[in-house]
């Protein structure tokens, strides 16, 4: 059913004539490329897509170069610095999240998911050893005697990078 007036951007149909774009009905078009629709808007990445290491993910804000649109040359040049220990830990997180939603859509690629378990083991890890040195990444975190401290200072976001504030 049609309504009256402009169409939403959501209401716009598939292209009918894959010669305009060289893409099938069915298809969108990523960079240099045609893949199968994920959704209507985004081109799904194929099995064993080219990917970016987790801190250019981050920067990026995708994991894969073929998602990589114009509107996020911006966003990095507005990323914030943060210490090397808790950007590290960020980039793991983001590329979990990133290869997560890949395997919802590709639930046999092997090597997606050997790299999301391995990305989970250096992000456990990780989250170890920064909040040893640190202090807690999150408010659940309680001491070893009991003591709630995550309103204690240091804040992740005010380590220096080397030591506390």
């Not at 690629?109 to 202090?135: C, P, V």
Request: hydrophobic share 35%; charged share 25%.
């Amino acid at each position: 059913m049609r309504f009256a007036g402009p169409r939403a951007k959501e209401e716009s149909t598939l292209n009918v004539k894959p010669e305009q774009n060289g893409c099938a009905v069915t298809e969108g078009r990523l960079p240099g490329t045609c893949a199968p629709m994920a959704f209507p808007f985004i081109a799904m990445q194929t099995e064993n897509s080219e990917r970016y290491d987790s801190s250019e993910a981050l920067k990026s804000g995708t994991l894969f170069p073929g998602l990589n649109l114009p509107f996020h040359v911006e966003m990095q040049s507005r990323f914030p610095t943060v210490p090397a220990a808790l950007a590290e830990l960020m980039a793991l997180d983001f590329a979990i999240d990133e290869l997560g939603l890949y395997l919802d859509t590709h639930p046999n690629d092997s090597e997606a998911l050997e790299l999301f378990n391995s990305y989970i083991k250096l992000a456990q890890q990780g989250r170890t050893k920064y909040e040893a040195m640190y202090g807690p990444l999150a408010k659940q975190y309680v001491s070893e005697d009991g003591k709630y401290i995550w309103i204690n200072d240091p804040w992740p976001w005010e380590i220096i990078e080397g030591g506390k504030k």
